[in-house]
């Protein structure tokens, strides 16, 4: 049974990076077959897919037009976990960010984070 | 891209079935059969129903169903239990290689 636990800080200064960290147990980062994604969850945006990482022979990442000049979504083989960055932050991106676990790469999430609320504030 | 279209609200009595649709275009829903929904209790993380338009996780009641027909997934929920009452939310794969979700919908069990 795969769990995320998610962590990093939950208030961040416009401008700056927020980073998130998604440690997993129950699977492994390197999976031939599960993508491992960031989604976020704000009243405004809604549900709102970021990107992912993935492994099939070599490291690949997509990433959501929206985001796609700010965000890098890292693997972390060593310790079996994931991590987002986004850049150049602003009050837009507060929302409650979620890590989740694609196991097939059919594009479904099973299991989610436990989420973490991000405030974009100074 | 934008998100997929689903109604506010729908509501049901204990016992009645509800259906919540989910309508996209033919570069989303009606391109791919990889339609996906999720229940989400008021502040928790989203748990996965239904994937692949029509299949269960092992372990959900088969009191939840999805389907589809052209660019409109839905989601049927049968014998409503007051525990149902949440937001759903679909998901579906995109022509773009992204993912992109519905607004929810708030089911109200009366």
């Known amino acids: 049974q795969a769990q995320l636990q998610q962590s990093g800080p939950g208030l961040v200064k416009p401008s700056q990076t927020l980073s998130l960290t998604c440690a997993i147990s129950?699977?492994?980062?390197?999976?031939?077959?599960?993508?491992w994604n960031w989604i976020r969850q704000s009243p405004s945006r809604g549900l709102e897919w970021l990107g992912r990482t993935y492994y099939r022979s070599k490291w690949y990442n997509d990433y959501a037009v929206s985001v796609m000049s700010r965000i890098t979504i890292t693997p972390e083989t060593s310790k079996n976990q994931f991590s987002l960055q986004l850049n150049s932050v602003t009050p837009e991106d507060t929302a409650v960010y979620y890590c989740?676990?694609?196991?097939?790469?059919?594009?479904?999430?099973?299991?989610w984070g436990q989420g973490t609320l991000v405030t974009v504030s100074s | 891209q934008s998100a997929l279209t689903q109604p506010a609200s729908v509501s049901g009595s204990p016992g009645q079935s509800i259906t919540i649709s989910c309508t996209g275009t033919?570069?989303?829903?009606?391109?791919?059969?990889?339609v996906s929904w999720y229940q989400q209790h008021p502040g928790k993380a989203p748990k996965l129903l239904i994937s692949g338009v029509n299949n269960r996780p092992s372990g959900l009641s088969n009191r939840f169903s999805g389907s589809k027909s052209g660019n409109t997934a839905s989601l049927t929920i049968s014998g409503l239990q007051a525990e149902d009452e949440a937001d759903y939310y679909c998901?579906?794969?995109?022509?773009?290689?992204?993912?992109?979700f519905g607004g929810g919908t708030k089911l109200t069990v009366l």
């Open positions: 129950g699977d492994s980062v390197s999976s031939s077959s599960a993508a």
């Open positions: 998901s579906s794969y995109t022509n773009s290689s992204s993912v992109v």
């Open positions: 989740a676990r694609d196991p097939l790469g059919g594009n479904w999430y099973d299991p």
């Open positions: 033919t570069s989303d829903v009606g391109g791919y059969n990889n």
